[in-house]
């Protein structure tokens, strides 16, 4: 099994980005009207803006390339996941290894009703920023059982 | 029966305390010097010390332990009553601190840690504990219940005899002394103190002597900065001559035990099994005197102090020897050094460069406002520059000939790596290791090079093994090794 990302995450990503510009925007505002009122200097406001672009205009023109490029698998063994292109990063994390998952959902995937998955090994964190509430309840129930049939064989 | 701390705990516990205020404590103490012993000052440090008094008083009197058949208890606390369960399987490491004070008492100080990450909840201290409380701890996790009280002697700690045994010798601690860089951060303190000292001396003597010692003024520098050197290095070898006092390293059945110090003996225990890696380090300064470190990493905090988590089991080795000591007391090193597959010869370049780049970035970024501002200065800065970069050069070399990688057998991997002039190589079991990372770029690919990554658990953290530009096909097969079942999931 190799899976893509469901295409929903690729709008809350999206949506990630405009509150990002929004909070730019609110903090440029604030300037302005500090500018107005104590005249402050205007090229103040102009950093956070700026910034803003290209925080939000990065994370906008990535997105169809992370969501094209990254990967997870899940097999008897291990969990897998991959991403990049340019640079491409492989990761295993045997079943066996790991601690814990915890599925966590925040407004925006609870809006697309997705789910992010974390895989708790003892010492590090792997994440999968979304998938759909069947294949998280899978997931976790795959990654539970199969921790559970490792330590059995241990 | 629950048990309470015998009443010697409580200056330790208060001088425990203390520390924790330490930097408060200082502040108001080099007030009340300033401000002539000022009334409110006096009074903040007699609240201070009373206030802290008063915590760790209720604190020995709610706090009491019981070594169940199963588990150690520990309750404690006045408002919130907090019953903590330690079973003694969980336990990492078994840590015994004995002052020399609580010598004749026959007393010590016990840490018992777990591998719990929520730090000060996974390990309790037991302060001045009879020395047959460790024994019994011992006893239980090695799922042998003692036998009777004889468990009782002051003097014999771990009754059990010991199957291996390596003392230091004194020779080899002298040299480890010797080569320690451990007078630098030192140094740093004795110039800092030197700083402070120098707001608490009244201004007028200051003047007096530097105008009398005026036309000295280089000299007297000069021989102040090589007086501090000297001082920083006596006393970093001196501590380190005793803190290492008398290594010693056992093995009784499953557990391996270090001991050591002077003025305070240090016990740690920890069973084989439960050591995560093996990493042997080596300073170039060591490097040319062919001598080696080796620490366990273990999943729990076994130092006593913060800056090294990692349980020192031999602290200077001859290098040749390091694999033959080792393997007796940890069967799953080595019986002789791993032959390392090194970075291929026409990939090293990339380690300069990369460290060439990387700290180009930052001097430009320096020496661009220094040129603007103070150019006259730029001469000065353009050379500081330019030596930074040989040495970052030369550190890249150092790294991209040491790095390198082993996979000894189908349950064991050898990593190696050198960053900051140390080399340093890690053995370690494929069930330690968390998870492995392979990447590269895309520029990369063509020409058969991956880095290979690996995280380890060590103390509370992760330590992640790096070693980049690797062969390709190499870093596969440690994947592969890693996941033999699933080789088909490449890139």
């Known amino acids: 099994m190799q899976a893509q990302l469901p295409h929903q995450i690729k709008t809350v990503w999206r949506a990630r980005a405009a509150i990002d510009g929004i909070i730019w925007l609110a903090i440029t505002a604030a300037l302005l009207i500090c500018h107005h009122l104590w005249q402050w200097p205007w090229w103040l ?17 990535l997105i169809p390339y992370r969501y094209r490029f990254w990967r997870y698998a899940i097999t008897a063994d291990a969990v897998y996941l991959r991403s990049g292109y340019l640079f491409r990063t492989e990761e295993a994390i045997p079943i066996a290894r790991i601690q814990n998952v915890t599925l966590a959902a925040g407004p ?38 199969l921790a559970k049939e490792a330590r059995a064989d241990a | 029966m629950p048990k309470r701390l015998p009443l010697l705990a409580l200056p330790l516990m208060l001088i425990q305390e203390l520390r924790t205020w330490l930097f408060l404590l200082g502040l108001i103490i080099i007030n009340t010097w300033q401000s002539h012993f000022a009334w409110y000052n006096l009074l903040a440090l007699a609240a201070v010390l009373a206030g802290s008094l008063l915590l760790v008083g209720i604190r020995y009197w709610r706090f009491t332990y019981l070594l169940a058949p199963q588990q150690l208890t520990i309750t404690s606390g006045l408002f919130i009553r907090k019953v903590r369960h330690i079973p003694y399987a969980n336990i990492q490491t078994l840590h015994r601190q004995q002052w020399f004070y609580l010598r004749p008492f026959g007393l010590e100080t016990l840490n018992v840690e777990t591998s719990s990450q929520d730090g000060k909840n996974g390990a309790a201290t037991l302060f001045a504990v009879p020395l047959s409380v460790a024994a019994d701890i011992e006893a239980h996790r090695q799922h042998q219940p003692k036998s009777a009280p004889a468990a009782q002697q002051p003097t014999a700690a771990v009754p059990a005899q010991a199957d291996l045994t390596y003392q230091i010798a004194p020779k080899d601690l002298n040299l480890y002394a010797l080569t320690s860089l451990g007078f630098l951060p030192l140094l740093a303190v004795i110039f800092g103190a030197y700083g402070k000292l120098d707001d608490l001396i009244p201004d007028a003597w200051q003047a007096r002597v530097f105008s009398s010692l005026a036309h000295l003024a280089l000299l007297v520098i000069v021989g102040l900065g090589l007086f501090f050197l000297l001082v920083a290095i006596f006393a970093s070898y001196l501590n380190l001559m005793q803190k290492y006092y008398h290594f010693t390293l056992t093995q009784t059945g499953d557990t391996l035990v270090t001991t050591r110090g002077f003025f305070k003996r240090t016990t740690v225990s920890v069973q084989r099994d439960r050591i995560q890696a093996a990493r042997i380090r080596q300073s170039l300064l060591r490097q040319g005197l062919h001598l080696a470190t080796v620490q366990a990493l273990v999943a729990s905090n076994a130092a006593d102090d913060e800056s090294d988590h990692d349980l020192v089991l031999m602290p200077v080795v001859p290098f040749a020897q390091t694999w033959p000591t080792m393997h007796p007391f940890i069967p799953w090193l080595p019986a002789a050094a791993p032959a390392l597959n090194a970075i291929p010869a026409n990939s090293r370049w990339y380690y300069i460069r990369n460290l060439l780049i990387g700290n180009g970035i930052v001097l430009a970024a320096l020496l661009v406002p220094l040129a603007y501002f103070w150019s006259q200065w730029l001469w000065l800065g353009g050379f500081i520059a330019g030596i930074w970069l040989v040495l970052a050069a030369l550190q890249g070399r150092y790294a991209a000939n040491n790095a390198g990688v082993a996979i000894i057998d189908e349950h064991r991997l050898a990593v190696q790596t050198g960053s900051w002039w140390t080399r340093t190589q890690y053995v370690v079991r494929r069930e330690n290791i968390q998870s492995l990372a392979l990447s590269n770029s895309i520029w990369l690919a063509p020409k058969h090079r991956c880095h290979l990554s690996l995280n380890i658990r060590s103390g509370d953290n992760n330590q992640q093994v790096v070693v980049r530009y690797l062969d390709r096909a190499m870093g596969q097969a440690v994947r592969d090794w890693y996941q033999p079942a699933d080789t088909s999931q490449h890139f």
């Open chain 1, 108 to 145: 925006l995937l609870q809006w697309q009703s997705l789910q992010a998955v974390q895989v708790h090994t003892a010492s590090t964190t792997h994440s999968i920023a979304g998938v759909t509430g069947a294949v998280a309840d899978q997931l976790r129930e795959q990654i539970m059982q």
């Open chain 1, 45 to 61: 406001a102009m950093i956070p803006l700026v910034a803003g672009i290209l925080h939000v205009g990065s994370h906008l023109l």
